[in-house]
């Protein structure tokens, strides 16, 4: 098997903690008997600096031609100030997920004991872990309906919340086959009660769940949801749901767990991946290009290699070399190994190129 994958580093940070999670890649490529081609672009400010657009037309082919996208953050200040459509992440970000036609935003919220510690929420509540997924849908709803404007005389304003039959199974289908992967317990969240959006949304998982028998489907108001996520999180296995909902969801659950140097975020399209028998994605720690450490060898690398687990495991359909790197960042922070975001006060902080170098040996040793 033979894969081609497309790094795009960006800034700050990006270029340091995509190094990182190209590494595992070639490692999980070394032990698990595939072949990957990297090549890399320019996104974000630097592409910007060289090429006078964050999202360049080479780069935005390249990514069409690949098996799946691995991505560091974009963004500094010195970019602040440039209209929209060049800032980093509106010029980039936005219109690179919208051209590959991703839809689905897959935002997992893992709490590793080891660092129960760390997290916002009572060591009762977090003492056995936690490990939930959001799946949000990402180009439908309010963010994008038509019409969106504001009055002629400026006092009122109108946004326009929109979805299609179609829209919602393709969304809720990738909600059943995740929970399908895991522990088979899907919640379909909306706002059934005001929203005739959420009616849609409700009727159309109930109508598709016969079609995932081993999957428990239930249904929770967003309220309630975000209530539930700091009350008791345990309860979740999979969350599915809508674009507004999901954006302040998956920020809520991934809170949770700790330090955003931990969170891995996956973006996925409907079409196969060429070679691969997965789903084309993009794949990209939640964090940004934290231009306050970046070049210092002081980023936490474990959000971007949980990212390249994630790609292994849904665009290149290769669920033992997944579970291979998950479990060797697992054993990096069961031993006590900690970057400085997540190290507790007094305990000595690895680099960006040590804990790296960590969790590829206990990926060899696993
Ligand atoms: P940020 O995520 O870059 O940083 C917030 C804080 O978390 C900082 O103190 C930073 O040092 C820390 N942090 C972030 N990632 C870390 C890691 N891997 N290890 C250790 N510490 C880490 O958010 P911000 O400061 O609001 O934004 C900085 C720039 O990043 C802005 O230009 C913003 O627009 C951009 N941004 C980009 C993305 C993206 O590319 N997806 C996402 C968010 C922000």
Redo the contacts with the bound molecule.
Sequence with gaps: MHYHIVLLP?????PE?TAAGAQALEKAAQMHGFALHTETALI??CAYDAAGHPLPPETLALCRTADAVL???????Q??TLPAHL???AGA?LPLRKELGLFANLRPARLFPALAAVSALRPEITAQGLDLLVVRELTGGIYFGQPKARSANGESATDTCTYSRTEIERILHTGFQAAQKRAKRLCSVDKANVLETSRLWRETAVKLAPQYPGVELSHMLVDNCAMQLVRDPRQFDVIVTENMFGDILSDEASMLTG???MLPSASLGSHSAAAAGGVFGLY??????????AGKN???????ILSAAMLLRHSLAQPAAADCVEKAVAQALHDGLR???IAEAGTKALG?REMTEAVLQRMQAA
């Design positions: 960006g800034d700050g940070i990006g903690v974000g400010g991505l560091g953050a974009v963004g500094g200040p970019y602040d800032r980093p992440e970000l330090s955003l140097g990209e720690p939640v964090h940004g290009s934290a231009p306050d450490i002081a980023a936490n690398p474990l959000a971007a970057t400085a975001d960006t």
